[in-house]
Every structure is written in C-alpha cells, then in structure tokens.
C-alpha cells in the first residue's frame, strides 16, 4: 500500500541474494527496512543483522531489527499451512493475538507513523507472504495507517 507520502510493503529473502534483495528495495524506493524476524540471524550470507545492516546502509537504507513483531518458534510451523487448515488459522490468530501486547502495538504504532512518511518494507525469511507472519503484520500496521490518515 503506497499513499501520497510514503506506505508500506513487505519483502522475503527466500530464493535471494543480498545483492539481488537490495536491488529490489532500491527500484520499490525504499528507505528503510523493518527486520521483523525474531531473531535476525540467517544461515545464508549477508542476512544476519550486522552484515544486513551495514550493507543496507551502504545502498542508502536504514534498517531496524523490531524483534517484538516476530513470529515465536513453537509458532512458526502452523505458517506452512494454508490459512484455511485448522493449523493455518490457529497460528496466525496466535501471532495476531501476540501484536496486542505493549512491545508489538508500540512497534506498530511507531512504524505506521514511518510508513505514513516513507517507503518502508517488512523483512522476513519466506518468500510468500501467505506462508509468514508479515502479512498479519502488514495487516495491522495499514490499519494502524488508516486510523492516522483518517484521524
């Protein structure tokens, strides 16, 4: 969702380099990525948080590590599931559940108001967004969004 002034989006690293994954953001025209990973560490090159961040910096992005919107481990599985299994549904109203608390909302109500000024993408590992928890974030950040511009 773009608006006049900025918006948001989401973004996976599945399937990509660093190289190829900045290329994108940089043609999106995004000025900082929002790390939504719990933990922002990767077995592929590039993608642990130092290495991400520096190299983010160097092409002209900022880069946050919001840990507070990540996705717990014991929850993870139930997003290989299609939302419509009982699994897939059980999960993700698990994770949104979880955005309710102090940390999370903070999180999103701080990075509904970036958005309403830049292009921000959300950084997590899967590729489709139907298979990770950034939609239900993106989900909740844009309603967020809405409530300011409306307001």
Same mark, same amino acid.
């Given at each position: 969702?773009? /608006?006049?002034?900025?918006?948001? /989006?989401? %973004?996976?690293? *599945?399937?990509?380099?660093? +190289? ?13 990525? %929002?790390? %939504? $990973?719990?933990?922002?560490?990767? #077995?592929? &090159? ?17 880069y946050?590590?919001? #840990? *507070?919107?990540?996705?717990? $481990? +014991?929850? &993870?599985?139930?997003? !290989?599931? *299609?939302? =419509? ?10 994770? /949104? ?21 830049? &292009? ?5 590992? +899967? ?7 950034r =939609? *239900? /974030?993106?989900?909740?950040? $844009?309603? =967020?969004?809405?409530?300011?511009v409306? !307001?």
């Amino acid at each position: 969702m773009w /608006t006049a002034s900025g918006g948001i /989006t989401g %973004v996976g690293y *599945e399937g990509k380099t660093l +190289e190829a994954l900045i290329k994108d953001l940089q043609a999106l025209g995004i000025t900082t990525l %929002v790390d %939504v $990973r719990l933990n922002a560490i990767s #077995r592929k &090159r590039g993608f642990s948080k130092r290495a991400l961040g520096a190299a983010l910096e160097e092409a002209g992005i900022s880069y946050q590590h919001r #840990r *507070e919107l990540g996705n717990p $481990r +014991e929850n &993870r599985a139930g997003f !290989a599931e *299609e939302s =419509r299994t009982d699994a897939g549904r059980a999960a993700r109203e698990r994770y /949104t559940d979880s955005l309710s608390g102090a940390g999370a909302a903070s999180a999103i109500d701080e990075l509904a108001e970036l958005a309403g000024r830049e &292009r921000i993408a959300l950084l997590c590992f +899967e590729a489709s967004e139907l298979h990770c928890h950034r =939609r *239900e /974030t993106l989900a909740a950040i $844009r309603a =967020r969004l809405e409530e300011l511009v409306s !307001a």
